[in-house]
């Protein structure tokens, strides 16, 4: 009876261990803290076999991290050559020692280390494999639930950065919609600031190369625009193109617009409060590839206006096709049947270049209303216009745009008909031939105010107005071709000041003596008597049909 009774009394106790360490096991599963899954395995080994925990070892991949226990014991060694399901160890100051394996077979990654002061007996040593195990066990589900976690974090990140991205995708979208919409409508430049400005919610400038405003959109548009020095809006641009990409320049986001290196706008975010988002840089580059896409269309209709109103000037000038030059008139808004005048702009000096000065003539006629048919011409600057004005007052506004170097002016008279255009412009180039022939000073000529010139210039027989000048004149154009002087030239600045010796020395920048001088060997050399009415009259004609033909002789 003692007997039944001490094995009833064992197997209780070690159903009681069983049911301890099922519950161990099950606090340890549902645990998602690996080193509070080792602390509880390792407070609960003492209490299934008469012994101390060393410690338990742990992998994780190719790395092993020891867990001491209570007593803060080192790793033994010969773990690394233990057997899967564990093994005896040979441990200081300890009679038994033993590495039970965490979970077994392929699943084993670790082993906790147990000693004793004696043999374990077989149910200690089931119990204690069995905690092992559920270490095992429990670790491994740690780490999945980890993994799992991590994945799910993952996978959430993913998600909302795919959700952050489509709807990038979605505003880029209805920015590309909503420029694009402007750029097939034809808005122009104040349609492509609007879209802009709609879909960024800031206000938005458009300027040209040299810092003019061409279009704003948005609120607090400012009473007057500020420019910067020629020198530094030069430098911006150049940095804006160079740098291929919105800068910031103060209160500024800005972007270059250029289909051709002489075709250049620069269209900018005010944006002082640094609001804009990366979706509003991107609708500003896409509005500067629309912007581009504008000045190219409006370049290509410049060129093709260009070449069409130079066609027509030519074609007047030369006299041909016009027949259909009305026809051709009417599509710049001019009824060319009405009189008109040819007006030649001769450029002189430092004037830079012929595009500055065809641009310095065209902002001038522009600005007196004088219309834009006008093309330039070697050199000079060819307008057609039906208004009257005073000329010197186009010379004065032409003088104000070139800024630095001189020009000439020559105006043609009245065209009857489309065909008079062709002796218009003749007349024009005429006086400004006689206008260069009088001197380096500049002014404006007109052929209706020429005078006598006019008769000369008209006159057919060109040859009988030679006979008569050289009547008159031949001995001191001999003496002047021989002698390499000047009399004829004297003689004509003599006359044309009416005989006054002060004015004509002035005129011919010589002094009073020398003009003395040259009229006596003027009166030797031609054997005429100077002051005589008729001789006076005679010579002045002759010097003024001299002048006219050299001039229509180019």
Avoid at 471 to 484: F, K, M, P, S
Avoid at 489 to 501: A, S
């Amino acid at each position: 009876m003692r007997l039944e009774a001490t094995v009833g009394l064992e197997a209780r106790d070690h159903l009681s261990r069983l049911n301890a360490l099922l519950v161990l096991a099950m606090l340890m599963t549902e645990s998602t803290d690996e080193q509070q899954i080792l602390r509880m395995g390792a407070s609960a080994a003492p209490s299934f076999a008469d012994c101390r925990l060393v410690g338990v070892r742990t992998r994780d991949g190719a790395s092993t991290n020891w867990t001491p226990g209570s007593a803060g014991e080192n790793e033994p060694p010969g773990l690394d050559l233990m057997p899967s399901n564990g093994g005896e160890l040979m441990i200081p100051d300890a009679l038994y020692a033993w590495a039970f394996g965490l979970g077994g077979g392929p699943g084993t990654h670790g082993c906790m280390v147990v000693a004793a002061d004696r043999e374990l007996r077989s149910d200690e040593q089931f119990l204690l494999r069995v905690l092992a195990q559920q270490i095992g066990s429990a670790t491994r589900n740690s780490r999945l639930h980890q993994l799992e976690r991590t994945a799910a974090a993952e996978l959430e990140s993913v998600n909302r950065h795919l959700e952050d991205t489509v709807e990038a995708l979605k505003q880029r979208i209805e920015i590309h919609d909503r420029l694009t919409r402007a750029a097939v409508a034809g808005e122009g430049m104040d349609g492509i600031a609007r879209a802009v400005h709609e879909v960024t919610g800031l206000p938005v400038t458009i300027e040209d190369r040299y810092g003019n405003l061409r279009a704003w959109a948005g609120p607090d548009q400012p009473a007057s625009h500020a420019k910067d020095t020629p020198a530094r809006r030069e430098q911006l641009v150049r940095r804006l193109l160079h740098a291929g990409h919105p800068l910031r320049e103060s209160s500024q986001i800005m972007t270059a617009a250029s289909p051709r290196p002489d075709s250049v706008a620069v269209i900018s975010l005010i944006d002082p409060q640094e609001r804009a988002r990366d979706e509003d840089l991107a609708a500003l580059e896409y509005g500067a590839t629309i912007l581009s896409m504008e000045l190219a269309r409006q370049r290509t209709v410049a060129d093709t206006e260009i070449r069409i109103r130079r066609d027509l000037i030519e074609d007047l000038l030369s006299g041909e096709s016009t027949e259909t030059a009305l026809a051709r008139g009417e599509t710049f808004g001019r009824d060319l049947s009405q009189p008109h005048r040819v007006i030649v702009c001769e450029r002189q000096g430092r004037t830079r270049d012929d595009d500055h000065f065809f641009t310095s003539v065209r902002r001038s006629a522009r600005d007196l209303n004088l219309g834009q048919l006008l093309v330039s011409r070697g050199g000079t600057v060819v307008l057609l216009t039906d208004r009257e004005i005073e000329w010197t007052d186009l010379h004065a506004a032409v003088m104000r745009e070139l800024g630095s170097g001189q020009c000439r002016i020559g105006v043609g008279s009245h065209t009857a008909s489309v065909a008079d255009f062709p002796r218009s412009h003749r007349e024009a180039l005429l006086a400004l031939r006689l206008q260069r022939d009088a001197g380096p000073t500049q002014r404006v000529t007109a052929f209706d105010q020429l005078g006598v010139y006019r008769l000369l210039a008209n006159t057919e027989d060109s040859q009988e107005i030679e006979r008569f000048a050289r009547e008159w004149l031949g001995a001191l154009l001999d003496y002047d071709t021989q002698r390499h002087s000047e009399l004829v030239q004297t003689l004509h600045e003599y006359l044309e000041c009416g005989g006054r010796y002060d004015e004509a020395a002035l005129a011919l920048s010589i002094h009073r003596s020398t003009l003395k001088y040259r009229l006596q060997r003027i009166r030797e050399v031609s054997g005429l008597a100077l002051g005589e009415p008729d001789v006076n009259f005679n010579l002045q004609l002759a010097c003024r049909a001299w002048r006219t033909l050299q001039s229509l002789r180019g």
